[in-house]
């Protein structure tokens, strides 16, 4: 049976996920399932459309769009997550099965209140859809449908790929560090969603035979830009201190 991966979201903190899997893959781990939620979906679709972890991140560095995923407030309105992502989008395939290897997005049906994954079909728009963080992002319309950021419900999208896979990681970007000043609206907005999508995720880590989360993301903030680069590395260099565990658990 397969190894699958569960990626998280977790706004530019998702910039883990592409160096845990290029550390995994220079010892030979490699998953060959693959689902995510939000950033972990779009670094997951970009795996998929044949793009190493290293490319990734040029993308990410000659990106002058991602200047917009800064929230404005100021400007009377929710963004739009279909201009914000443009230019990773053009990167990708137009359906699930052009990818590389399976993956499953999930995402927050709004209508239903419920989550509902995607895995066959059109890519594009369930991909913008688990990217709409709520109240930054307008909703994404999908067959009539409202659909927002799958972290809302479900982070850590495990259980969709448990059956059909024999081992599966887990991998959280979003560790709960403790703040000591005081908060702004937008910090206030943040740490809510942070909390919110951290409930979500302990009752699914139990999916995981391996479980991370890397605690060098503590305290950085989910439009934290300027920090990708820093994100990268750190997770790098924590992800080869956890290899001796996770061959462990693999094995």
Sequence with gaps: MDLGIALSGGGVRCAAHAAIIQELGKEGI????????????????????GIKPSGIMEIVQRTPVLTALKPAFSRGGLLDIKKTLSFFTKYLPATF????????IGTTNMNSGQTEYFSSGPLIEPL?????????????????QLYVDGG???????????ESCA???????????????????????????????NANVAQRKQLCDVYLEPDCL?????????????????TRTWTRQQLPAIKEQLS
């Design 128 to 144: 913008l859809a688990t990217c709409c963080m709520p109240v930054i992002f307008k909703p994404v319309s999908i067959n009539g």
């Design 30 to 49: 490699v998953p060959s399932v693959y689902s995510g939620t939000s950033g972990g979906a779009l670094v997951a679709a970009l795996l998929g459309a």
């Design 218 to 234: 503590k305290g950085l903030k989910v439009f934290d830009l300027k920090k990708i680069n820093t994100i990268f590395e750190n």
């Design 167 to 197: 081992k599966v990681i887990g991998v959280n970007t979003n560790p709960v560090g403790r703040i000591d000043t005081g908060m702004n609206m937008k910090t206030l907005l943040e740490r809510t969603f942070l909390l919110t999508i």
């Design 97 to 104: 099965e052009e990818l590389e290897f399976p993956l499953t």
């Design 152 to 162: 809302l419900l479900d982070n850590m999208p495990a259980g969709p790929i448990r």
